[in-house]
C-alpha cells in the first residue's frame, strides 16, 4: 500500500514534532514516523525548556502530540520505524513498521529528525546510574548537581574542555578517563592549578544504589567519593535507513546541512540532534524544527524570503 504525502517527518522528538506543527499551520500533508525511543528516556525530569523546565521527558511529547491533534493534515504513526528510505522522481519512498517494514509510503521531501545514537564509555553498570545521577549535558543538568562532589567520565579528547566546563558547577571534581590516553600531561597541570584532579586507572564499578552515584572504584583498588557528575558519550547518526544515497556527516557524525537544514541532497532537510553541531537541547531542537518547516514551505513555492 502507498501513502502519499508532501513531507515526511522521520523522528517524532521536538525537532520532528515541532517542524509537524509548523508545517501542519501552512496546510501542509505530514506525516510523521516515530519509533518512540527518544535517547533522554533514562531521564526523568528534563531542565532549561522555556515554559516546561523540570518537566519529564514524556510529558512534553504528550503535550506536543495533543497540540498537533488539532491539525487534521498531520498524521502520526508512533512505534514505528523507518526501515527504509529511496529516491525516486517525484521525491522518496519509505518502508515503514514496528520491527520489519510492512508499508510503503512516499513523500515529495523528507525530513531526517532522528536524533542521535549514543555510546556510554565502557564502564560495569554505567546505564543503572545514567539520568538519575550521572547526565551527559552540563546545561542540561549541572545546575542541581552545583556544590557537590562531580565525577567526569569520558573516553574522548575534548575530556579536558569539558572538565573545564563542569568545574563552572563545582570546587570538587576528578576526572576518570577509564584507562584512555586522552588528557595530555599539559592539560592536567593545568586541570591540577584550578583543583580538578585526574585518574588514569580503568574504572572497576560504581557504587551506589537506586541510580544515586556514591563512589567510583578504580581497579588499582583506588576508591573516590562522588555525588554525581556527567559522562562524555560517543555520539552518532544512524543513517542505515537510507538506500542508495548517503547525504554527508561530519567529523562528529552529524548530517551536515547549510544554516536552514537542507542536506546536500534535494528534498532532503535535517534538523535537531541529528544535524546540529549543538547544543544538544530540546529547546534547540525544537527551534531547528520550526526553522526548517519554514523552509522547506519556501522550498516548495520556491520562494526565497527568509522570514
Ligand atoms: C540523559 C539525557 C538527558 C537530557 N536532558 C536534557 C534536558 O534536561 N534538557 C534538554 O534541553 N535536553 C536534554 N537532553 C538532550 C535532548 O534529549 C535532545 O537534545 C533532544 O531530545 C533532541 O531532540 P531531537 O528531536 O533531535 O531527537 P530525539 O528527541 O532523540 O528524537 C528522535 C526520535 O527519532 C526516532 N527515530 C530514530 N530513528 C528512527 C527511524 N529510523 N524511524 C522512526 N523514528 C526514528 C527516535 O526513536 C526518537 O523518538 C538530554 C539527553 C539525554 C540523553
Redesign the pocket.
Known amino acids: 500500500m502507498t501513502d502519499d504525502h508532501d513531507v515526511l517527518i522521520?523522528?517524532?522528538?521536538?525537532?520532528?514534532?515541532s517542524a509537524a506543527l509548523n508545517l501542519g499551520r501552512s496546510l501542509v500533508r505530514v506525516l510523521v514516523?516515530?519509533?518512540?525511543?527518544?535517547?533522554?528516556?533514562?531521564?526523568l525530569?528534563?531542565?532549561?525548556?522555556l515554559t516546561r523546565d523540570g518537566v519529564p521527558?514524556h510529558e512534553l511529547r504528550k503535550l506536543a502530540r495533543a497540540e498537533l491533534a488539532a491539525y487534521p493534515n498531520v498524521e502520526i504513526r508512533s512505534r514505528?520505524?523507518?526501515?527504509s528510505l529511496s529516491r525516486t522522481d517525484a521525491g522518496f519512498t519509505a518502508g515503514?513498521g514496528r520491527r520489519e517494514p510492512t508499508e510503503t509510503v512516499s513523500a515529495r521531501s523528507v525530513l531526517l529528525?532522528?536524533?542521535?545514537r549514543?555510546t556510554l564509555p565502557e564502564v560495569p553498570n554505567l546505564r543503572g546510574f545514567?539520568?538519575m545521577s550521572l547526565?551527559?549535558?552540563a546545561?542540561?543538568?549541572a545546575w542541581e548537581l552545583r556544590g557537590r562532589r562531580m565525577a567526569l567520565i569520558g573516553e574522548s579528547g575534548d575530556l579536558a574542555d569539558r572538565a573545564r566546563l563542569i568545574a563552572r558547577w563545582t570546587e570538587s571534581l576528578t576526572v576518570f578517563t577509564n584507562g584512555a590516553d586522552v588528557v595530555t600531561m599539559a592539560e592536567e597541570a593545568e586541570l591540577a592549578a584550578s583543583g580538578v584532579a585526574v585518574l588514569r586507572h580503568p574504572i572497576a564499578e560504581l557504587v551506589g544504589e537506586r541510580g544515586r552515584l556514591e563512589a567510583i572504584r578504580l581497579t588499582d583498588g583506588t576508591s573516590v567519593t562522588v555525588e554525581g557528575g556527567f559522562v562524555r558519550?560517543e555520539w552518532e547518526t544512524?543513517l542505515s535507513?537510507l538506500d542508495g544515497f548517503a547525504p554527508a556527516v561530519d567529523g562528529h557524525g552529524h548530517l551536515v546541512t547549510d544554516r536552514s537544514g537542507r542536506t546536500g541532497i534535494p528534498g532532503l532537510y535535517a534538523?535537531?540532534?541529528?544535524?546540529?553541531p549543538g547544543?544538544?537541547?530540546?529547546?534547540?531542537?525544537?527551534g531547528?524544527?520550526a526553522r526548517v518547516a519554514a523552509v522547506i514551505v519556501h522550498d516548495t513555492i520556491g520562494v526565497a524570503t527568509a522570514h
Do not use: K, M, W
Open positions: 522521520i523522528g517524532g522528538g521536538p525537532a520532528g514534532l514516523v516515530d519509533a518512540d525511543r527518544p535517547r533522554n528516556a533514562a531521564t525530569n528534563s531542565h532549561g525548556f521527558p514505528v520505524r523507518v526501515g515503514i529528525a532522528t536524533g542521535l549514543e545514567y539520568g547526565f551527559s549535558c546545561a542540561c543538568d558519550p544512524d535507513f534538523a535537531g540532534d541529528a544535524a546540529a547544543p544538544q537541547q530540546l529547546i534547540v531542537a525544537a531547528a524544527g
